[in-house]
């Protein structure tokens, strides 16, 4: 019988890579597993894939319904980020609606627009922490980069995610990842067919390309604009968005911290992790949808793409809320046109 050696050079490499984590992991141990795959010169799919037959398990490319599976977790908390910006929410997964290449995901306190098509892989994970098991789906772009990833709460079904990880298990389980590392292609949203007033308004915003101008604020501006907006209790809406997935908060902010070099907002059910050193520019932008003039900032990387955008709440009818727009039109610099 001839032995498959790509198969055991792939194992062996897996092998490999799972000891590095645990040495790394020795000296570094609250190191999280984005860094360390950094640190290790691999994508973090690879890292995490080390762990099937282990604490994690493959999942098959059926997300659509995976996704509506995790409506019956309970409670979780959804997280997307890019490379400057980490968007976490605390809610419930209850609406599903395909909308072409796109699935929309809405319930209480969740508001999301996962672009699927662009998902490599999958996996359950099972890590264990200082205060037990933390449980989480995780899923991967083709270039092993993490898109979304959706995290157990205290008040989540641990059985029922142990039920829909082995339901949705992939006939692979072998540790270690196949990873094409392709450019995502881009994704036409002029294009996109029955995409609602929400996304059609808000997509743009953090995944077209940046708009123009009509002023900037320095990183110290941004903090007190942001206290401001604290104070006020004025409902905003945030979006951070990556190659597969944006995630959107509606409501005020609260808790303002900063642990340099990260701004954070620490509310109940939504926080904001924002490493200042990466943000280049906040600019002021003004933009059309309908009739209305829509004001906000764009947060934006040193490659000019945006992180993060920070716009007012939104009615149809009405537009922005008058408060907001004042709010934005006051800002020094800014060049006020409708």
Known sequence: MMLNTTTTQNATAAYDLKLAWRDLLADHPHLRPRDAASALGVSEAELVATGCGDNAIRLRPDWPALIDAVGTLGPVMALTRNDVAVHEKTGLYEHLRLCGELLL?????????????????????????????????????????AVHKIYLTEHSDAERFRRLAEAFAAADQTPSADIPYAEPAGFDWAAAQGLPDLWQR?????????????????GHQFRELMQQLARMA???????????????HTGPVQNLRITDPWFNVLDQGF???????????????????????????????????????????????????????????????NRIFN
């Open 105 to 145: 995901v809405s319930g209480h306190n969740i508001e999301l627009c996962l672009l699927t098509g662009r998902w490599h892989s999958g996996y359950a994970t099972t890590e264990q922490s200082r205060i037990g098991p933390r449980r989480s789906l995780q899923f991967f772009d083709a270039d092993g980069e």
């Open 271 to 333: 926080n904001l992790h924002l490493n200042e050193k990466g943000v280049a520019e906040a600019a002021i932008v003004h933009t059309r949808h309908d009739r209305h003039t829509l004001r906000g900032l764009q947060l934006r990387d040193r490659l000019g793409q945006t992180v993060a955008a920070v716009f007012g709440d939104y009615d149809p009818a009405d537009g922005e809320s008058l408060l907001w727009r004042e709010f934005i039109d006051a800002l020094p610099g």
């Open 202 to 218: 808000l997509a743009p915003l953090c995944t077209g390309k940046p708009l123009a101008a009509a002023g900037f604020v320095s």
């Open 234 to 248: 004025l409902p905003l809406q945030i979006l951070t968005a990556n190659a597969g997935a944006l995630q959107l």
